[in-house]
């Protein structure tokens, strides 16, 4: 299927922009042998010429560069509308689009008519050159909200960035009551414009050039700029204590923390009443009134649940960690399917859990909006599981955290654990691994975007229909995978079934870019640990040689579920869990052998047979320090789209 990329603007941010997309995707298609044709890419102008800018010569070299890449630029299109599948112009014409991007000239915001400061044509703040209103002198302002009347110029990042120190200056001046010093922009820039193959072209003025080194100057620019935001930032005498949270507050959340020379402990850390009381009245929280006497409705020290009926018996556990992402509702999601998961591996019931959630202290609105977005994620996971929350505990501290205690109810005779593998049974893992790896690389800041949100995709996707699906194809043992890697968990299994397996690594789910990273030298920080579980592998110097070998011991997340699975059962199986919504399910496996007794479970083959090797003894085996490591060159990394 063609997907049809539409881009409106044909400014140089357009066309730059467009020429960027289509060299990386098809740079991606190329890696997985696909066809380039699969791309198609159109600019949409509402003028005569792209680049309006820019001299005819700069022109002239982009339209011949946009002709040979079979970019197609629609002149004369104004566009006005846009709906889901169409860009739709002034005279009514109709451009369909699979995706499309937006990319034209600044357009000031409405609420600056509301301000009473005095505005340009364009609707921008009409400032003199020493960047003051032209109606209200004590009111400064620059970059792309203003427009100096007396040295009009685009709106253009080269002039924002250079009005910052005049501004400063000006301030300062106004203060000492000193005469303050008039702006004059440069008349002229110097632009490079890359064409997204490591190429680019300069503009300045009636002058243009072109060439692969213009592309190695504008990396060496723009990396320079950005190391500034990073590693060229000042180095600060003392760590700041007070948490992000209260700096994106505002300075009067600053002052008011200020006033706290220190954080209270025990109950002196708890979130307030009050904001408490708000985030629960919005919240919505799941409930079952079938089996809760007393929850969040009464102002009780306990929850109070009905016992479970006689032939049935209760299952509990909890979960808890610091949050790994910014994103405060989906750290709720991950969270609470965490959480949940060991009940979903024993196709129990979720019926009740509570909450201990960590919020970093601020003022009462910032730490009611994170707790609310968290809690709200955390309540859709737990309604998808029919899993009521009936209390918890809230309290301050320097990250965000959250766990749960579920509480769950299950058929004694129906319950499934790790022990029960058979002889024959087939191994299904229900979602890829590598999530440690990734959020370690995305720590570092190696990790590409779709990466992390191909994780993040599956860490929010509940074990709950995966559970029930197992259940109705004769499972005979399962667990979750969490944090003692796929490994780490199947040696578990084994030990508790007294059976040894056959490990697939070349049937092993991966998610995308998890071998990269361990390719490159990333791992968690949990890794070395889980490392020592390797010599319940026999054949280890096999599976050495694998890419998917360091992955075995990764911890996960949120992660899919284990299970072992009668063989006659296991296609149907397969298909069954694909159109719950686990397309990445994989038999990974089969058990070989019962009444295994000793240290040595899993044998590693890579879909041939593979030869069998002597291992050591537990007390031969090498230790974590001595284990071998894997080795690849370095991740290739576009430079256009980092630039």
């Not at 011991?553 to 699975?565: K, R, Y």
Request: with cysteine; glycine share 10%; charged share 20%.
């Amino acid at each position: 299927m063609t997907t049809r990329f539409v881009v409106v603007g044909a400014g140089a941010g357009g066309i730059e922009l467009t020429l960027a997309m289509q060299a990386r995707l098809q740079k991606e298609l190329d890696a997985v042998g696909k066809a380039r044709s699969l791309l198609q890419f159109q600019v949409l102008n509402r003028g005569p010429h792209i680049m309006p800018q820019h001299n005819a010569e700069v022109r002239a070299i982009f339209d011949k560069i946009l002709s040979e890449r079979s970019i197609e630029v629609l002149h004369g299109f104004e566009a006005v509308d846009v709906t889901e599948s169409e860009v739709i112009s002034g005279d009514e014409r109709r451009v369909p689009f699979t995706e499309c991007i937006w990319c034209t000239q600044a357009s000031p915001q409405a609420w600056l008519s509301e301000t009473g400061l005095a505005l340009d044509k364009y609707g921008f703040i009409a400032v003199h050159p020493t960047l003051q209103s032209t109606n209200s002198p004590d009111i400064f302002a620059c970059g792309d909200v203003a427009a100096v009347l007396e040295h009009p110029r685009p709106k253009a990042g080269v002039f924002a960035v250079r009005q910052g120190a005049p501004m400063a200056e000006n301030l300062r001046r106004m203060i000492y009551e000193r005469p303050l010093v008039p702006f004059t922009p440069q008349l002229l820039f110097l632009g490079i414009i890359g064409t997204g193959d490591e190429y680019a072209v300069a503009s300045k003025g009636p002058l243009a050039m072109e060439g692969s080194w213009l592309w190695e100057m504008k990396d060496l620019i723009d990396r320079k700029w950005m190391w500034q935001y990073s590693g060229g930032l000042p180095i600060m005498e003392h760590e700041d204590e007070v948490p992000r949270v209260a700096h994106a507050a505002g300075p009067d959340a600053l002052a008011a923390l200020s006033e706290v020379s220190m954080r209270c402990g025990g109950c002196g850390a708890k979130v307030g009443a009050t904001v408490l009381s708000r985030v629960m009245a919005k919240l919505d929280a799941p409930r079952r009134d079938d089996i809760t006497l007393v929850g969040l409705d009464a102002p009780d020290d306990c929850a109070v649940i009905k016992p479970c009926p006689p032939d049935m018996v209760s299952v509990h556990t909890v979960d808890f960690f610091r949050a790994f992402i910014s994103d405060a509702y989906i750290f709720g999601k991950v969270a609470a399917n965490h959480a949940l998961s060991d009940v979903h591996a024993m196709c129990a019931d979720a019926q009740t859990a509570l909450a201990i959630a960590v919020v970093p202290y601020g003022i009462e609105s910032k730490v009611e909006d994170t707790l609310y977005q968290m809690m709200a994620g955390a309540c859709e996971v737990l309604r998808e599981s029919n899993c009521a929350l009936v209390g918890g505990h809230t309290c301050e501290g320097q990250e965000l955290s959250l766990g749960f205690c579920v509480n769950g109810v299950a058929d004694a005779t129906q319950v499934l654990s790790k022990g029960g593998m058979r002889k024959g049974d087939l191994l299904i893992l229900t979602k890829p691994i590598g999530t440690g790896t990734l959020f370690a690389a995305d720590m570092r800041g190696q990790a590409v975007g779709r990466w992390i949100a191909g994780a993040l995709e599956g860490m929010q996707k509940s074990n709950y229909t995966g559970g029930l699906v197992l259940r109705e194809h004769g499972a005979t043992s399962c667990t979750d995978v969490t944090g003692f890697g796929l490994l780490g968990h199947l040696v578990e299994m084994c030990k508790a079934s007294q059976t040894s397996v056959d490990l697939n690594m070349d049937a092993v789910p991966l998610l995308e870019g998890a071998a990269e990273c361990v390719a490159n030298g990333v791992f968690s920080s949990l890794q070395p640990a889980n490392l020592r579980l390797k010599r319940g592998i026999s054949n280890e110097a096999v599976a050495l040689n694998h890419p998917t070998y360091p992955l075995l011991f990764d911890p996960q997340t949120a992660g899919g579920l284990l299970a072992s699975v009668p063989a006659a059962n296991a296609e149907q199986c397969i298909e069954k869990l694909a159109s719950a919504g686990y397309p990445k399910s994989q038999v990974i496996g089969k058990v070989v052998d019962d009444g295994v007794s000793g240290p040595l479970f899993v044998k590693c083959s890579t879909g041939t047979d593979a030869v069998e090797v002597d291992m050591p003894s537990v007390e031969e085996a090498p230790s974590v320090e001595e284990a071998p490591s894997v080795e690849a060159p370095p991740l290739e990394v576009n430079s256009s789209v980092e630039s």
